[in-house]
């Protein structure tokens, strides 16, 4: 695993090589406000006349859903069509493949997160607003990021290319998102974070998850070969 | 500087491995090969096409892993290799994979840090690398701006860094100008003095002067395994001769001499020669020798030359099933 590093500083300098990111880390940054700010109430803070980040939080799972995927389709879709794959594998073990490039993109995925603290700060400008929802509600976005990342990785290292990783990835978020079983519903589960209720069960079936799909990740990577 | 002893460093023991469609039938890419590669050796490894080269260098890569047999690298199973293990092996694959948005000192510290190569070690390898491969004033390059050649060089010098004991060497002349050729040449001679090369290569000019051994694979079997001077030894080069003499008349003067007319002669014409072609174990003084023999018996000549570069001629014998061998 000594090479987890190197691939995972790897991560991040195609990231910070790539417009496309850029592109998508604005619009992941700005499109979280359109809810507080334009929505109809009761997300909107100016009519609702209560300072608060639900709106955010509420449509969060929605903007990660899109984003992670799009960030995470290039991981192994890229290496595939360059041909680096086979020299990567010939040149690391596997467990640093899948764990340089889960720590890579999840600095990426963390970037992007701070970058909308701007908003809790805007917010924080227009009245009494309560950090400790908004803090939990960052530590769960932060968790279930990491564990969308994980499922879309996992699923990128059999698509032959980016589209087909997006796609794929994409469709499999959703019905985690909208599952009917609660326990295993990830939008249930960040609710409760996002609502200031920080309960071991859910922080514990997010680290499950991510953990989970890393372990099937390697065995996936190890299939490849 | 002297080599050091011949020790087997990559050994592949009776290797077969085939590929499997979902509806076709499993294809078998290699079919039983045995080989040694040895320390300092520079090994040539040929083949057309398909022959199963680079399912070869996959499997000694770690890449793969064979359907039978073994195959070792250092010592131990290179699929199930370490990290300290893979460190030792620098593999340049076909069409050269490269990050294209990538500076290329980029480039080289992910590959040293993949090798595990961290702080002051890791400079210094990239700065031998960069040397070794003259990188020095496109370090600061994205890799997707870079000629052919000096991609080709981006890629030797990942292969190179952190000193690998053993370099397996995919075309690595490939797009290069011929200076830059005779560079990489030059680059691989000073790197067997310590390593152990296998080099797959479809110039085959320049083998008998770089390499110790050559293999040749064809249709996955291994059809030639041993010395290059073994193998230019067994050369059968085709000389072309213009003369006037009769085909009767040259047929008997060659089976005197215990060679083979090709049977393609033609007559030029309107001048009375004819153009044949003769195949034999020719070089420049031996040809030289019997076309004034010729002369001394009132043949006219009109010219001569030897045919094609003899490796081609062993390549063509070997692969095409014309002669069989060892």
């Not at chain 1, 009917?180 to 960040?190: A, H, I, S």
């Not at chain 2, 980029?106 to 003259?134: H, P, S």
């Not at chain 2, 249709?219 to 006037?244: E, F, H, I, M, P």
Request: net charge neutral.
């Amino acid at each position: 695993m000594n090479a987890a590093p190197a691939i995972a500083r790897k991560e991040i300098r195609h990231g910070l090589n790539s417009l496309f990111l850029y592109l998508l880390a604005v619009v992941f940054a700005a499109a979280p406000a359109f809810p507080l700010f334009w929505n109809p109430a009761p997300t909107n803070i100016f009519l609702s006349n209560h300072t608060s980040l639900a709106g955010f939080f509420q449509y969060l799972p929605l903007f990660l859903m899109v984003f992670v995927p799009a960030l995470a389709m290039r991981a192994y879709a890229e290496e595939h069509q360059s041909g680096n794959f086979e020299l990567l594998l010939t040149r690391v073990d596997d467990w640093s493949i899948v764990l340089g490039k889960f720590a890579g993109n999840l600095a990426i995925l963390s970037a992007g997160l701070a970058a909308t603290w701007v908003l809790p700060i805007l917010v924080a400008q227009l009245g009494d607003l309560d950090w400790g929802p908004v803090a939990s509600g960052y530590l769960g976005a932060l968790l279930m990021g990491a564990g969308c990342l994980a499922i879309c990785l996992c699923l990128g290292v059999f698509c032959p290319n980016q589209t087909t990783a997006f796609v794929v990835s994409l469709c499999l978020l959703a019905v985690t998102m909208v599952l009917p079983l609660p326990e295993l519903n990830m939008q249930t589960r960040f609710q409760n974070l996002a609502a200031g209720l920080v309960d071991t069960r859910d922080l514990c079936f997010f680290i499950a998850v991510t953990g989970f799909f890393v372990i099937l990740n390697r065995i996936a990577v190890g299939l490849r070969r | 500087m002297e080599k050091q002893q011949a020790q087997p460093v990559v050994e592949l023991d009776q290797v077969k491995k085939r590929f499997s469609s979902v509806w076709g039938k499993p294809r078998y890419a290699l079919q039983g090969i045995s080989f040694t590669l040895n320390r300092g050796e520079i090994t040539a490894f040929l083949g057309p096409n398909g022959a199963g080269k680079t399912t070869t260098k996959r499997l000694i890569a770690g890449y793969l892993f064979p359907d039978e047999g073994h195959v070792r690298l250092l010592g131990v199973d290179p699929f199930d290799a370490g990290p300290e293990v893979r460190a030792r092996l620098g593999y340049l694959p076909e069409h050269n994979p490269l990050y294209n948005d990538l500076q290329v000192v980029d480039a080289l510290q992910f590959a040293a840090g993949a090798k595990g190569l961290r702080g002051a070690a890791a400079r210094t390898a990239i700065n031998r690398a960069v040397e070794e491969c003259a990188l020095g004033e496109t370090l600061k390059h994205s890799i997707g701006t870079l000629s052919k050649g000096t991609r080709q060089r981006v890629g030797l010098a990942q292969a190179i860094l952190g000193d690998p004991e053993v370099l397996l060497l995919d075309e690595p002349t490939n797009g290069l100008d011929p200076n830059q050729i005779k560079d990489i040449h030059l680059l691989i001679r000073r790197l067997a003095l310590r390593k152990t090369v296998l080099l797959s290569t479809h110039r085959l000019h320049p083998v008998p002067e770089l390499c110790d051994r050559v293999l040749v694979l064809n249709q996955g079997r291994l059809v030639y395994n041993g010395s290059t001077s073994a193998l230019l030894s067994q050369s059968q080069t085709r000389a072309c001769l213009v003369t006037d003499q009769e085909p009767e008349t040259v047929q008997k003067h060659l089976d005197q001499l215990g060679l083979n007319l090709d049977p393609t002669f033609k007559q030029l014409p309107g001048s009375g020669y004819y153009s044949y072609r003769i195949h034999g174990k020719w070089d420049d003084h031996r040809m030289a020798k019997t076309v004034q023999h010729w002369t001394n018996l009132g043949w006219h000549i009109g010219g001569w030359h030897l045919e094609a570069n003899p490796m081609d001629h062993l390549f063509t014998q070997l692969t095409t099933n014309e002669v069989s061998a060892s």
